[in-house]
């Protein structure tokens, strides 16, 4: 079954604009979390540059959308569950 | 009144595959559903564990019977919030995963736990729970074993989903990326989606419960 959607453009990222800074950071993530940080290295985080400006442009967008993201604590829900 | 749901499963291939996969398996071909995956906080805290959100969006698939609760206007789309914690030392991955509209209409949480086998080697169990929930007077049954049907069904969904990023992983030379023809097969298969909502969608105005 398939409703349609409202005006919304929708991407693979919330903003049209972020798609290739989404790209980069994902690839730089992505290879400093299998060859760093699952091994335990603690050096410095190699995709800082990239995850600021695709974080500047992704906020933006969450902004111009207004998406209730703000200020929703860290795994708020969870709090209240019994321990797994 | 809650429903709850567990269960365990156990995915053949290593922890480490496992949450590599876990960042890299959007999109691919069951996923057509889940429109953005974005990352939208992240940090390594000063013991080493890695805190990630993450901000979803989903079409918002309803039976006929249920389009009474959605008047003309209203957001198709589901944003959801997809919070991880990563402990590379006691090797455990912990998801908390909610939607953040049409909570009234409906509301789903789960909790996600991989972590190694240990009856198997090579193996990563996951042990999976949720929570459903519906406010909507006099309907909060039918509706809440509607979100249980469609939870199990997207649960199926993404297990093939990680599996796939996880086949793709195994077999790829750079094993932290998913190479890029399997990436464009699958954003065809959402660029087609895509083209199918565009062409049925007339103007509205966008507003959330």
Not at chain 1, 44 to 72: H, L, M, N, W
Not at chain 2, 14 to 35: G, K
Request: hydrophobic residues 35%; aromatic residues 12%; positive net charge.
């Amino acid at each position: 079954m398939f409703y349609p959607y409202n005006t919304l453009q929708i991407w693979d990222t919330v903003g049209e604009a972020c798609t290739e800074l989404k790209r980069e950071y994902d690839q730089c993530f992505n290879r400093w979390f299998a060859e760093k940080f699952l091994k335990g290295d603690r050096g410095e985080d190699p995709c800082s540059e990239t995850f600021r400006k695709y974080q500047s442009c992704v906020q933006k967008a969450i902004k111009e959308k207004d998406i209730p993201v703000d200020g929703v604590e860290f795994m708020g829900p969870n709090k209240d569950k019994p321990e797994s | 009144m809650v429903k709850y749901f567990c269960n365990n499963t156990d995915i053949r291939s290593t922890w480490d595959y496992v949450v590599s996969a876990f960042w890299q398996r959007y999109p691919n071909p069951f996923s057509t559903h889940v429109l953005t995956e974005d990352v939208v906080y992240r940090e390594v805290t000063s013991n080493n564990r890695l805190l990630s959100r993450r901000l979803l969006t989903k079409t918002n698939r309803l039976p006929r019977w249920a389009d009474r609760f959605f008047p003309s206007g209203i957001s198709r789309c589901v944003y959801i919030i997809e919070d991880s914690i990563v402990n590379p030392v006691d090797r455990k991955l912990t998801t908390y995963t909610w939607n953040l509209n049409h909570t009234t209409l409906m509301s789903v949480e789960e909790r996600c736990v991989f972590q190694d086998s240990t009856d198997e080697p090579d193996t990563t169990l996951l042990k999976r729970e949720a929570w459903i929930s519906s406010g909507i007077f006099g309907f909060s049954r039918p509706i809440q074993e509607f979100g249980l049907s469609r939870y199990k069904s997207n649960q199926v969904k993404a297990m093939k989903g990680l599996e796939y990023a996880l086949s793709n992983l195994r077999g790829d030379t750079a094993p932290w990326l998913l190479s890029d023809t399997v990436k464009d097969a699958s954003g065809k298969a959402k660029e087609a989606a895509k083209n199918l909502a565009s062409a049925a969608a007339p103007p509205k105005t966008q507003q959330f419960i």
